[in-house]
C-alpha cells in the first residue's frame, strides 16, 4: 500500500495541490488524470516522497519512473535495467533479465540507450522498475512516446502486475487506456481531487476534468464541417 494525506503544495507562489489524500492497496492499478497543470505529477513526487514535508519511501520496495524519464549516458539497455538492483545492493542478473523481456526489449540488451528510439528508451526505463522488483509502481506518463501497440502491451503488463498484487499508480493523460486498464481513476483539477472512482464510472467525470462535451453531442466529429 502508499498513501499520502492531506497534501498540499505551493511552488513559486502558485498552489499547485490543494489538500489531496490518495490511498492504492495492493492490487490496485490507479490511473491519476487531468488537464495539464492539474498537480498530476506533484502528486506522483509527493507519493514518492521527493516533496519537503514527505516521507521518503524505501527505493527496494517502490520504483519511481518520472516523467520523460531518459539516460543520456552511453549505457546500454541491459545496464540501464540493472541500475534497478542498486537499492538491493547487488548485480542479481536474473531480475534484470526478467525485467527485459516483460517489457520486451531483450533483443536490445547491449544497444545503447542514447541511439535507441523515445519509446525504446521508454520501456528500458520501466525495465529498470521492474527489475528492483518493488512492491510499489509509480509511473509519470509509462505510456508516452509509445505506439499504441507496445501501449497497450505495457498496460496489459502493469495491469497483470497489479492482479499480482503489487500496488500500481500512474499519471495518464490517455484515457481511453486509463478508463480500459484501471481499476480506479483518480481525477486532478486546478490542484484539487475532483473524483476518486471505479474506472466503469469515470468517463463523464473525466470528460468534465478535460472540459469534453460528452454527453451532449450524438453525432461527435473529429473536424468541424466544411
Known sequence: MIAVSHLSVALGGRTVLDDVSLTAAPGELVAVCGPNGAGKS??????????????????????????????????????????????????????????????????????????????????????????????????????????????????????????????????LHALDLALRYADRVVLLAGGRLVADLPASQALSAAAAAFGLPYGTDPSPRLLPPD
Open 42 to 171: 506533484t502528486l506522483l513526487r509527493g507519493l514518492v516522497g521527493l516533496l519537503p514535508d514527505t516521507p521518503a519511501s524505501d527505493p527496494r520496495r517502490v520504483a519511481y519512473v518520472p516523467q520523460g524519464a531518459r539516460c543520456a549516458w552511453g549505457l546500454t539497455v541491459e545496464q540501464v535495467a540493472a541500475l534497478g538492483r542498486i537499492p538491493h545492493g547487488d548485480t542479481a542478473s536474473a531480475p534484470v533479465a526478467s525485467a527485459l523481456q516483460l517489457c520486451g526489449i531483450e533483443a536490445l540488451r547491449t544497444a545503447r540507450v542514447d541511439r535507441i528510439s523515445g519509446g525504446e528508451a521508454r520501456r528500458a526505463m520501466l525495465a529498470r522498475a521492474f527489475a528492483t522488483e518493488p512492491e510499489v509502481f509509480l509511473l509519470d506518463e509509462p505510456t508516452a512516446d509509445l505506439d499504441p501497440a507496445a501501449a497497450h502491451a505495457i498496460m496489459r503488463l502493469l495491469r497483470t502486475t497489479a492482479d499480482a498484487g503489487r500496488t500500481v499508480v500512474m499519471v
